[in-house]
């Protein structure tokens, strides 16, 4: 069994038991959140898409951990110019661990 959800703006394949990195969520470590804009579940074959959520489906996870992701390098330059810009970034992810698909 496994359902297409929303979290924090982005789509995520979620089973029961997997751990997902997701944008940082406003939540304690160790809490419960529940995720209620479930796109699609697939029930052992039986598909029910939403139109655009499936209704009464939610999903509940249980925060792990905060944390930064590797850093990546955006470089600019315009050659012959003499301009080069070097910046820096890395993403706060939240970890979480998926431990149910409710369906109603």
């Known amino acids: ?9 982005q789509q995520f394949k979620v089973e029961a038991g ?3 990195y997701v944008h940082r969520l406003e ?16 029930n052992e074959g ?3 898409v939403g139109t655009p959520t499936v209704e009464g489906a939610k999903v509940t996870a249980e925060v792990l951990s905060h944390l930064k992701d590797d850093k990546v ?6 050659r012959r110019k003499g301009y080069r810009k070097l910046n820096g970034h890395r993403q706060y ?12």
């Open 1 to 9: 069994m496994y359902a297409i959800v929303e979290i924090a703006g």
């Open 18 to 20: 997997r751990k997902l």
């Open 27 to 42: 939540a304690e470590q160790g809490s419960v959140v529940e995720f209620d804009k479930v796109l699609l579940v697939d």
């Open 46 to 48: 039986n598909v029910t």
């Open 73 to 78: 390098l955006v470089f600019h330059k315009k």
């Open 93 to 104: 992810l939240t970890e979480v661990k998926i431990n149910e698909i409710v369906l109603a």
